[in-house]
């Protein structure tokens, strides 16, 4: 097994890493990248989303991630005054991204290697 394929199924389903979300990685990701801002709630996420990103999260989509990640204690909630439910990161939810952002930041860089070293679209 090469360095990469080792880190690319480090953590693939162990609580507390974004491994095991599948289909959801993406917007568990940008989830955890905004509540590292802050703590928020659903429409405030969103909203820094589709800023930072330039992706809108369908609400659906939004809920079933943030349930994803409070049953797995990468996030939890905040009492709320009103009926907006904020949340925020835990520890366990920032090392969880940290691993996950590290991960790809390798996947990036030697994508961005390849292109630089004369791809040939031949």
Known sequence: MTAMAGNANR???EPGTLGGF?????PATLILSSLAGGPKHGYALTKDVEEFAGVR???GTLYEALSR???QGL???LESQDRRRPYRL???????LRVHL????RVADVGLRRLAGGWNPA
């Open 102 to 105: 590290d991960d790809q930041r």
């Open 57 to 59: 999260l369908a609400p």
């Open 11 to 13: 953590g693939a389903h």
């Open 90 to 96: 835990t520890a366990a939810g920032a090392l969880a």
């Open 69 to 71: 990640l409070e049953s």
């Open 75 to 77: 996030i939890e909630a």
């Open 22 to 26: 599948g289909r959801y990685a993406g």
